[in-house]
T-cell receptor
Framework: SQQGEEDPQALSIQEGENATMNCSYK?????LQWYRQNSGRGLVHLIL?????REKHSGRLRVTLDTSKKSSSLLITASRAADTASYFC??????????FGEGTQLTVNP | GAVVSQHPSRVICKSGTSVKIECRSLDFQATTMFWYRQFPKQSLMLMATSNEGSKATYEQGVEKDKFLINHASLTLSTLTVTSAHPEDSSFYIC???????????FGPGTRLTVT
């Protein structure tokens, strides 16, 4: 069953603005990953944060993890129209089996 | 980076027929692969774990006799949807853990439409 909840479900911003998406989960995890999916396509791995890490950066992406609150956030800075996609968090509790959140549909308007 | 392919990318079949979807790891070996299903505007739901040389492990609520999984080699897993019905229409995605720790690589997905 899906354990992840993401908010917002949909987010619409202007180019250049920052986009923040949140993810909550219910069980203990080894790591949490964020993926991007363009409409009708497969998933692209964005970033992984381990359970003993609190923050991680990759280019314009910043991910935080709060294991005490069982939550994570993904920040995309200086957004571009090409960032328009669905973003999913996924938790790995062991064995590489991923449980996905419900996803956030991000629309970046030019 | 590691690449996972799926074939076909799209398939339309008639109700009652069976459809086979292939998932291949192109430049690495995968003793385990995962099959997900995604309905429109929804998240990915794990269906089963495909294990090379042994039986697949199915998630609760997934009918193993309907969704047959065969992991015959270290680079190929197949998902056969048997006696397909319109409610089986969905986007099926496979993934494989990469050669580096933690990362998973997803195939491009297969769009199944049952008429």
């Amino acid at each position: 069953s899906q354990q992840g909840e993401e908010d917002p479900q949909a987010l619409s911003i202007q180019e250049g603005e920052n986009a923040t998406m949140n993810c909550s989960y219910k069980t203990s995890i080894n790591n949490l990953q964020w993926y991007r999916q363009n409409s009708g396509r497969g998933l692209v791995h964005l970033i992984l944060i381990r359970s003993n890490e609190r923050e991680k950066h990759s280019g314009r992406l910043r991910v935080t993890l709060d294991t005490s609150k069982k939550s994570s956030s993904l920040l995309i800075t200086a957004s571009r129209a090409a960032d328009t996609a669905s973003y999913f968090c996924a938790t790995d509790a062991g064995g590489s089996r991923l449980t996905f959140g419900e996803g956030t549909q991000l629309t970046v308007n030019p | 980076g590691a690449v996972v392919s799926q074939h076909p990318s799209r398939v339309i079949c008639k109700s009652g027929t069976s459809v086979k979807i292939e998932c291949r790891s192109l430049d690495f070996q995968a003793t385990t692969m995962f099959w997900y299903r995604q309905f429109p505007k929804q998240s990915l739901m794990l269906m089963a774990t495909s294990n090379e040389g042994s039986k697949a492990t199915y998630e609760q609520g997934v009918e193993k006799d309907k969704f047959l999984i065969n992991h015959a080699s270290l680079t190929l897993s197949t998902l056969t949807v048997t006696s397909a019905h319109p409610e089986d229409s969905s986007f099926y995605i496979c993934s494989a853990p990469g050669p580096w720790a933690y990362e998973q690589y997803f195939g491009p997905g297969t769009r199944l439409t049952v008429t």
